[in-house]
Structure formats: structure tokens, C-alpha cells
């Protein structure tokens, strides 16, 4: 079945990294744009970042831009998001998903079809 995983996530000093890993099964990774979301608790779930498959164009949220990277290896059929200078306001539960799409597109999370069950970040002293 389809399925995609989300690891890397932890406890980070503010002005630390980490890099989260999305791991794809079921499905050809590079025929899917793939988003990186975060949701924090009482706050909508937001689209942070996104790469598309057949050009590689990616985008990034104003929050994130010159701190966040997201790169694809469609060998590993994975997706990472390296984060770097870390925020408290980073801290979230962070979801890779993929629309039914090559491309990125809208950030509307309804415009993406699957869904992995997601991985805690938490940046505090």
C-alpha cells in the first residue's frame, strides 16, 4: 500500500539542526511533488516546503527561506528537509505529503492525497 514515513525529529537547542527524512513505499517517490507541513498545537496546519518531481523547483515559506533545504534522492525513494538555525517558533509535529501532482502547485493541505503520521520537533533551551 501506499505509505510514507517521516523520521528525524527530536530535541534541539535554539540555533541547532536537524534533518527529517520522508521514506516513501508503494509508489514511484519521483512521480509526486512531495510538501513538507508542520502543525503546532491550536494552530493550522501549514505547508513549509515542497519539491516537484519531473523539474525539481522547489518553494518555501517565508518562515523558513534561507534557514531550510529540501532535497530528493530517488534511489533511496526518500525526501529530507534540513533544518538549520532553529527556532521556537519551529517547534511542531512535521508531516510529509504528496498530491496527486508532479508539481508543487497550491499549499492548500486538501490538495494532498498521502499522508505520513508525522514526527515531533521541539526546539527549546
Known amino acids: 500500500q501506499v505509505q510514507l514515513v517521516e523520521s528525524g525529529g527530536g530535541l534541539v537547542q535554539p540555533g541547532g539542526s536537524l534533518r527529517l527524512s520522508c521514506a516513501a513505499s508503494?509508489?514511484?517517490?519521483?512521480?509526486?511533488?512531495i510538501g513538507w507541513f508542520r502543525q503546532a498545537p491550536g494552530k493550522e496546519r501549514e505547508r513549509v516546503s515542497c519539491?516537484?518531481?519531473?523539474?525539481?523547483?522547489?518553494y518555501y515559506a517565508d518562515s523558513v527561506k534561507g534557514r531550510f533545504t529540501i532535497s530528493r534522492d530517488n534511489a533511496k525513494n526518500t525526501v529530507y528537509l534540513q533544518m538549520n538555525s532553529l527556532k521556537p517558533e519551529d517547534t511542531a509535529v512535521y508531516y510529509c505529503?504528496?498530491?496527486?501532482?508532479?508539481?508543487?502547485?497550491?499549499?492548500?493541505?486538501?490538495?494532498?492525497?498521502?499522508w505520513g503520521q508525522g514526527t515531533q520537533v521541539t526546539v527549546s533551551s
Open positions: 505529503a504528496a498530491p496527486l501532482s508532479k508539481y508543487c502547485r497550491g499549499g492548500s493541505p486538501g490538495m494532498y492525497h498521502y
Open positions: 508503494g509508489f514511484t517517490l519521483d512521480y509526486y511533488a
Open positions: 519539491i516537484s518531481s519531473s523539474v525539481g523547483s522547489t
